[in-house]
């Protein structure tokens, strides 16, 4: 273990701090749902590295296609197409519905937002960008503008036009119906009339999450999602779906906008479409292509339509069709989502239960009457969980209790959606005794 005993001192020297301190664990190996630690421990992955590697670590057709693309074809100058550039982009606009068809592919979530938000401006020819409250879509100068649950401290203005809507948040909604049901449609009505006030008559895009992950894992109530398309539509402004997190069969769709049944006008795929490796794609129609060609879009970064990650992404699609992980995703949700709901009965602190497929989260509450938030309690549960071999990360946002977020593969097997249960169930006990 020399590694371990000069490993902090390095880090700590030569690494920048970035925002968020570093995780006291050291791992030293990834492997399907099981990471290893530098003493040899196994740990539960529930957070699917950061929430990207959507077929578990290293998946053997991943490190094939890797291994093959790196020693053939890795990058070329960015104005070159390959095959694999071509498949991905195909295999897309095959699973998605029309008219959404035209792809390009970059490196991550904040850079397909950024572009997202760019093509929108150029084809609607306004500026104004409304995202949710609690909204994560990257932390670049124009995505981190539409990032209203971190890192807002840019150290100057955000891009003009920047307008928050209030996210669907049930739990804790003011917005609530004589029988105590969360009344998002009066809320909907209120957050429209927030922005029409606001606007200066230059509306482009609303960019959202159709389960909102960093915010807390909301899911939007039934209804909700087709209403704001058509509010959109109703102003002229395009939707940005951001599917970081939930595209690419996590929810149990495809896309968690199909359930729903609302097509957006502009769609950005990244974290589980690289299973791990840097890949995003922008995904719209051909008639907004045509407006941002005539408007003078512009994206030529480095490594625009790498053949390596693009083979990756490809590879990624053809095996969640193949073998089903949308269906396996679907079913091991349910495991998970009932193995949750019986940890509520047991446990006073877990406030709420949320999400869809293997996107899960758990609200923790200090005080079950008053539903004050728990975050400090989240937080020593998640650290108990980390001490008995599961790694599920916690999100935190202004006056939320700490919310798990469990969102593990979807390769993950039945008996590790179990183990994973009892530790949590032994984490709780632990911390609340
Ligand atoms: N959009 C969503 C929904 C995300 O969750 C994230 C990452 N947490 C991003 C965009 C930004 O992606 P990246 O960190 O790859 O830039």
Request: net charge negative; glycine share 10%.
């Amino acid at each position: 273990l020399d590694v371990v005993d000069t490993f902090w001192p390095r880090a700590n020297r030569y690494l920048m701090y970035t925002g968020v301190p570093a995780s006291p664990v050291i791992i030293t190996k990834a492997q399907g749902t099981k990471l290893q630690d530098a003493s040899g421990r196994q740990i539960l992955d529930f957070t699917s590295g950061q929430m990207s590697s959507l077929l578990g670590h290293s998946h053997p057709e991943i490190v094939e296609v890797v291994s093959k693309y790196v020693g053939e074809l890795d990058h070329l100058i960015s104005n070159m197409i390959t095959e694999p550039v071509v498949e991905l982009a195909e295999r897309l606009a095959r699973l998605l519905p029309a008219p959404l068809e035209k792809s390009f592919f970059l490196n991550t979530g904040s850079e397909s937002t950024e572009a997202a938000i760019k093509m929108a401006k150029l084809h609607t020819g306004k500026f104004e960008i409304v995202a949710f409250s609690a909204s994560y879509h990257g932390l670049t100068q124009g995505s981190g503008s539409a990032t209203y649950s971190a890192g807002r401290k840019n150290g100057g203005p955000t891009m003009p036009g920047q307008l928050a809507f209030p996210a669907p948040y049930g739990y804790r909604s003011p917005f609530k119906k004589a029988d105590g049901s969360y009344d998002w449609e009066t809320e909907l009505e209120f957050g429209w009339s927030m922005i029409d006030r606001q606007s200066v008559g230059s509306l482009a895009a609303f960019i959202m999450e159709p389960i909102l992950s960093t915010g807390g894992i909301l899911e939007p109530p039934k209804g909700y999602l087709p209403r704001m398309a058509a509010e959109c539509k109703k102003r002229g402004m395009l939707l940005i779906m951001d599917e970081a997190q939930t595209g690419v069969g996590r929810t149990g769709e495809m896309f968690a906008f199909e359930n729903e049944g609302v097509v957006p006008d502009i769609l950005a795929l990244s974290k589980t479409l690289g299973c791990g490796l840097p890949l995003a794609s922008v995904t719209t129609t051909a008639e907004i292509e045509n407006g941002c060609k005539e408007a003078g879009f512009l994206w030529l970064t480095t490594h625009l339509n790498d053949p390596l990650t693009a083979a990756v992404g490809a590879k990624v699609l053809e095996i969640v069709e193949r073998d089903n992980y949308c269906q396996k995703a679907a079913d091991r949700g349910r495991q998970l989502r009932a193995g949750l709901e019986k940890l509520q009965n047991k446990y006073w602190c877990i406030g709420d239960i949320r999400g869809r497929g293997l996107l899960q989260g758990i609200e923790i509450i200090a005080d079950s009457a008053t539903k004050a938030p728990g975050s400090d309690l989240g937080q020593a549960v998640s650290e108990a969980a980390m001490r008995n071999g599961l790694s599920c990360n916690i999100v935190n946002l202004p006056g939320m209790g700490g919310v798990f977020r469990l969102a593990p593969p979807v390769t993950v097997t039945e008996e590790e959606i179990e183990e994973g249960l009892r530790i949590l169930d032994e984490s709780f006990a632990q911390v609340l005794t």
